[in-house]
């Protein structure tokens, strides 16, 4: 697990990201999140931060649950992203051609 600051311009205030996060599964049930959770939770409460975000996937309904578990909500927003691997876009952004489509 990994961490990284936001400075959220429109609040005017920094988050701690968790990134990165997983339990092996034969270390699940050993209270590692819960311990690395409180260690990164005292620190962003340190530096005077907002909050702690992560991104969590759809499917993973068992994480979703522990997330939950430790007072994390889901809020109403919803993460764009273009990616360049994909076949779904050139990854090229042509002002012209963007012009065209939305008249």
Known sequence: ???????NLPKNAYYT????????KEFRGLKLFSRMF???QEKARKMAHKGIKLYVEKATKNSRQIYLH???????????????TSNQSNGIFSPEA???KVR
């Open 98 to 100: 963007d012009e065209e």
């Open 38 to 40: 409180k260690f990164v």
């Open 17 to 24: 990201w968790l990134q990165n996060v997983y339990i092996l």
């Open 70 to 84: 430790y007072g994390f909500n889901f809020p109403k927003v919803e993460i764009i992203e273009i990616d360049f």
């Open 1 to 7: 697990m990994g961490t990284t600051v936001e400075f």
